[in-house]
């Protein structure tokens, strides 16, 4: 699909993929990427300018009944704030046409809210209350749009924890800018950047493209480890009081190195492998 705004922006250029059943798959990009039109579009908020968009193997403009199918958790609560926490999950219930209100709201920490307006919820409640009400009709496609964006470190980690279990079953397609949230949810990632899809890949198979790090720590001047590596042929970076470098079986080849170093007097106090994170893969995509 390709979605031009106007004044000829385009926000996404002939972008092309698919979610597998159960898949949990994030969408990760800079700002401007295009994540959050992908997201609209199949909510069926915009369309496209050409291309189609489908869920569950109907056109997003199809029947009502394939919407029923889908849960969304919104960016922006956009929450009624004269309604009661019970009367907005009994609306979702009622448009959705299943479901158990009492029920999904102990399951998601709301059964004492139900009586207290919108009004009045914590930004951690409220979204909260959107995952319920995302999950109460027990969709086959969740969509999330930055789920966890605006609040508080304790707030989020509880979302996140919400989210695990809500995520387990249905197909998942979540936008995020929060990496280690990604890593955390997701099994596979896709990366954009300008509209367009650079890989689409499981975490582990991105993860098996890239070398751990190897870190050493020696007393004295980092620089003298440094020298000693390069001697062994060892391309390291000095950070901070240690030096590091990539290393494609690091398992294999750090003992007898780790021995070497010690045997000419460096004086070694610390070695930790580090295998790349999420951030790291990300980085390596987009900048490449």
């Known amino acids: 699909m390709t979605k031009i705004f106007p004044g000829g922006v385009r926000a996404l250029d002939s972008t092309s993929f698919a979610i597998l059943p159960g898949e949990r798959c994030c969408l990760l990009g800079p700002n401007g990427a295009g994540k959050t039109t992908i997201i609209r579009m199949l909510e069926g908020a915009l369309r496209p300018t050409e291309g189609s968009v489908c869920l569950l193997g109907e056109p997003v403009s199809g029947s009502v009944q394939v919407k029923r199918r889908i849960g969304v958790v919104p960016q922006s609560p956009g929450l009624y704030p004269d309604l009661t926490v019970r009367e907005y999950l009994t609306l979702v219930r009622r448009l959705y046409r299943r479901g158990s209100v009492e029920g999904t709201a102990v399951e998601y920490g709301l059964g004492r809210l139900l009586d207290r307006r919108l009004a009045a919820l914590s930004g951690g409640y409220a979204r909260r209350l959107l995952v319920a009400a995302a999950v109460l009709p027990g969709p086959d496609l969740l969509l999330l749009d930055e789920p966890t964006v605006g609040l508080d470190p304790i707030a ?133």
């Open 156 to 288: 989020a980690a509880e979302i996140r924890e919400l989210l695990g279990t809500a995520m387990n079953g249905p197909s998942v397609l979540m936008s995020t800018h929060n990496l280690r949230e990604a890593e955390q949810l997701c099994d596979t990632v896709i990366i954009l950047r300008e509209g367009k899809v650079l890989v689409k890949e499981r975490i582990e198979a991105l993860r098996s493209q890239s070398s751990p790090r190897v870190f050493f720590g020696a007393g004295g001047s980092p620089s003298r480890l440094k020298s000693a590596l390069s001697d062994r042929g060892i391309d390291g970076a000095i950070q901070g009081n240690e030096v590091w470098f990539s290393a494609a079986e690091p398992r294999r080849v750090v003992p007898g190195l780790l021995r070497s170093l010690l045997a000419d007097g460096l004086d070694v106090y610390e070695c930790r492998i580090v295998e790349p994170t999420l951030e790291d893969l990300f980085l390596e995509v987009v900048r490449a």
